[in-house]
């Protein structure tokens, strides 16, 4: 009986493996949208999403993998069918029964089939209920939903993208999908009570939370993540643009002007009246004056220059000056080195980066002070 269990194990590891690696590509999203949507971090949820992962590409290797190799396959070997005679499993059981016996029929292909196509939807059962909050019913549909589009997959040979009917469409497989969503319906709220809901968390967004060094340094991090993004997005948009080919300092040219726009998109949201960076205002932060006060137009201008400005400046001229001048990889690194010390001044300076040391203010919570007990429920203090 061994390769029968060997069958199910490949698959069961391949999705582990890259379930996990789709769950790394997405956890800064994840978690970015966390802070938005809770107000903070909720780390069970963040865990949660990493089992929704793996169960989903689990899914996809159970009931669609492996396809056809070449087309010579095709020609040579017997597509899947439609059966549409419900519960013929029951007699393919009988007969396994009277075939091996009880014991060993408990072990046969045929009705390990039948166990696993039931077993591989109780997960869904128990994330759409518990997970995804679905209501009951809703959760059974949704995974017999799911199941009736991977038969129709299956059937057409994955929409005619495959060539051929490589898998057997059965509508027992529907029967028993349903089943185990079902099944994990049920039992979701005694293996998944622990799970906080989107809902509640989500309704204690605006409670203020405490201020951390880390969530300070996340915020630089995050405002150089998108002036990165936008610099090298407009770098390929000149290039894709300008006519082909080019000298060595119209490269120069280009990089220079890349790093103005990305400075630009990073420093426009802090010359507004809140004086807030994107970064700021997706992790709830904004400047305050000591003392309260309104910042006042000069301030905010300062301020903004001060941080990502002053970076987006030394890499702007370095790259302009790139093959004209001995200066320009020492302004290059110059600015990546200040780039770093704001990380971390913001990350260690409790009343906030540089830039609040220049301008005489505070980053703050922009909900407010937080308790003292800083209870947080299901959500991390940190953000």
């Given at each position: 009986m061994a390769p029968v269990f060997e069958t199910w194990a490949s698959p069961a590891i391949a999705a582990v493996i890259t379930g996990g690696a789709l769950w790394g590509v997405i956890l800064a999203p994840l978690l970015l949208y966390q802070v938005r949507a809770y107000g903070g971090l909720s780390l069970i949820r963040a865990g949660g999403a990493a089992a929704v992962s793996i169960y989903g590409v689990a899914l996809v290797a159970y009931t669609l993998l492996p396809t056809p190799g070449t087309e010579s396959w095709c020609e040579s070997d017997r597509g899947g069918t439609f059966e549409l005679d419900a519960f013929h499993s029951i007699d393919d059981i009988r007969w396994a029964v009277s075939y091996y016996g009880m014991p060993d029929a408990?072990?046969?292909f045929t009705v390990l089939q039948v166990a696993m196509n039931a077993v591989l939807f109780i997960p869904w059962g128990i994330?759409?209920?518990?997970y995804f909050n679905m209501p009951f019913v809703l959760?059974?549909?949704s995974g017999a939903f799911a199941s009736f589009v991977i038969e129709m997959t299956q059937y057409s040979g994955g929409w005619s993208l495959v060539g051929c009917q490589y898998r057997v469409a059965d509508i027992d497989d529907l029967l028993a999908n349903t089943l185990?969503?079902?099944i994990g319906a049920i039992l979701a709220p005694l293996l998944l009570f622990w799970m906080p809901p989107a809902k509640r968390l989500s309704e204690g967004r605006l409670r203020p939370r405490p201020l951390s060094g880390l969530r300070r340094g996340a915020a630089v991090v995050l405002d150089l993540a998108i002036l990165w993004v936008t610099a090298l997005l407009t770098f390929q948009v000149i290039d894709l643009v300008s006519p082909g080919g080019g000298t060595e300092a119209d490269s120069a040219s280009r990089h220079g002007l890349s790093f103005v726009v990305g400075g630009l998109v990073v420093l426009v949201p802090s010359l507004t009246r809140a004086g807030a960076s994107w970064g700021?205002?997706?992790?709830w932060l904004r400047p305050?004056?000591?003392?309260g006060g309104d910042l006042g137009r000069g301030r905010i201008v300062v301020r903004a220059l001060a941080g990502l400005g002053v970076y987006a400046a030394l890499c702007a001229t370095g790259s302009w000056?790139?093959?004209g001048s001995d200066a320009s990889p020492y302004l290059v690194v110059v600015g990546h080195a200040f780039a770093a010390t704001l990380v971390l001044w913001a990350a260690i300076d409790p009343r906030g980066g540089f830039p609040d040391l220049v301008t005489g203010?505070?980053?703050v919570d922009e909900r407010g002070q937080a308790e003292p007990d800083g209870s947080e429920d299901d959500v991390s203090a940190e953000a």
């Open positions: 408990l072990l046969s994330l759409a209920r518990r959760a059974v549909l185990g969503a079902l700021e205002r997706i992790l305050e004056r000591k003392g000056l790139e093959g203010t505070a980053t």
